[in-house]
């Protein structure tokens, strides 16, 4: 089993940065992690994922250019630097782990360990 533990989240300025963090923990995790997030009545949103060893990353066409993921497989850790933030990034940030198939890292349905989520609150 796999816990995963989000944390950074909080209250900032358009045009402010963010750096969450997402520490999993109970046994070696090498698989595939993820950001989504969840705003008020809408669905669940990719934002970013890592490969296994972190040498392939994926991002959505709405945070390309100013979030980006890393991980540090040392720490069991994952990261996502949000640079530029804009109000309608304000949401719920999930951090997910899976053995995601190629192609298919953008579906939360291919995730089966999530944590219990950070809010970030982006004032205009």
């Known amino acids: 089993q796999v816990q995963l533990v989000e944390s950074g989240g909080g209250l900032v300025q358009a045009g402010g940065s963010l750096r969450l963090s997402c520490v999993a923990s109970?046994?070696?995790?090498?698989?595939?992690m993820a950001w989504f997030r969840q705003a008020p009545g809408k669905q669940r949103e990719f934002i970013a994922a890592?490969?296994?060893?972190?040498?392939?990353?994926y991002s959505a066409t709405s945070v390309k250019g100013r979030f980006t993921v890393s991980r540090d497989n040392s720490k069991n850790t994952l990261h996502l630097q949000m640079n530029s933030l804009q109000p309608e990034d304000t949401a719920v940030y999930y951090c997910?782990?899976?053995?995601?198939?190629?192609?298919?890292?953008?579906?939360?349905?291919?995730?089966?360990?999530w944590g219990q989520g950070t809010q970030v609150t982006v004032s205009s």
């Open positions: 109970g046994r070696t995790f090498n698989n595939y």
């Open positions: 997910a782990g899976g053995l995601v198939v190629v192609g298919r890292e953008t579906n939360p349905d291919d995730y089966i360990y």
């Open positions: 890592s490969s296994s060893r972190g040498t392939s990353t």
